[in-house]
């Protein structure tokens, strides 16, 4: 009798609903989120200090990245001169010069934002907008850049201006299209200004037929008022 009230007691906790695991609750803590959007505010302030160093010092610290593997990470961070040491060199090469070039300076409010957005519950500006603005200005500039860099016979020394992927895909453009690549990358941030600002019409080279029309409408009007006075008197 004793085990088959044991049974039920078991069949009883399983048919029971299981309360949320450890790991659920801690993600739902309103502390964790608090330290998380700390975190990622910090981490876009350190990306400002890594990537405006690495203006001034990147040409000196890409030899120690790119070789970081086969040296000590101690000895690689004495010899480096971003002021973030090697994590801040190491991610402004990453960043800067091998994908989007000065472009990656977008990802800061991205990344500031939404550490804001999640503290505080709410955000000066719309997330969403922001990222999907910031995601084309990312591939937009690059590329732009890129275009400049591959005009110059693709200076190294301006290769932080575009990254690898602003370069990459200019060279693309330009092997495509060829001179027609800067038409279409001004094509493509007119379209954007259109459509982000929700403009219906363009006045530049539009026939002036509407002043014509109220000045034809506004000259007899005041010359029959002055006729009108005329008599009067």
């Known amino acids: 009798t004793a085990s088959k009230a044991k049974a039920k007691e078991s069949e009883v906790e399983e ?13 739902k803590d309103r502390r964790f989120h608090l330290v998380v959007g700390m975190f990622i505010m910090l981490f876009s302030f350190a990306l400002l200090i890594a990537f405006t160093s690495f203006l001034f010092s990147g ?23 971003n002021l973030l040491g090697i994590l801040g060199a190491v991610l402004s090469y990453f960043f800067i010069y091998k994908w989007f070039g000065l472009a990656s300076y977008l990802f800061l409010p991205v990344f500031f934002l939404t ?6 519950l709410s955000s000066p500006v719309h997330l969403g907008t922001l990222i999907k603005t910031s995601f084309y200005f ?7 850049f890129g275009y400049i860099v591959l005009s110059v016979n693709g200076d190294k020394f301006l290769a ?21 690549t800067p038409f279409l990358l001004l094509f493509l941030l007119l379209s954007f200004g259109i459509y982000f600002f929700n403009i219906t ?13 109220e000045a034809e409408m506004v000259i007899p009007e005041s010359i029959t008022e002055l006729e009108d006075e005329t008599e009067e008197e």
Do not use: C
């Open 15 to 27: 048919e029971s609903p299981k309360g949320p695991s450890a790991i659920m609750t801690f993600l």
């Open 59 to 81: 040409r000196n610290d890409q030899s120690i990245v790119e070789s970081i593997w086969d040296t000590s990470i101690q000895e690689s961070g004495r010899e480096v001169d």
């Open 115 to 120: 550490g804001f957005r999640i503290i505080y």
């Open 138 to 144: 990312l591939l937009w500039i690059s590329t732009t």
């Open 160 to 180: 932080f201006l575009s990254g690898g992927i602003g370069f990459d895909s200019a060279l693309y453009l330009d092997n495509l299209i060829g001179w027609g």
């Open 201 to 213: 019409k363009i006045h530049l080279f539009a026939p002036q037929t509407s002043f014509d029309s």
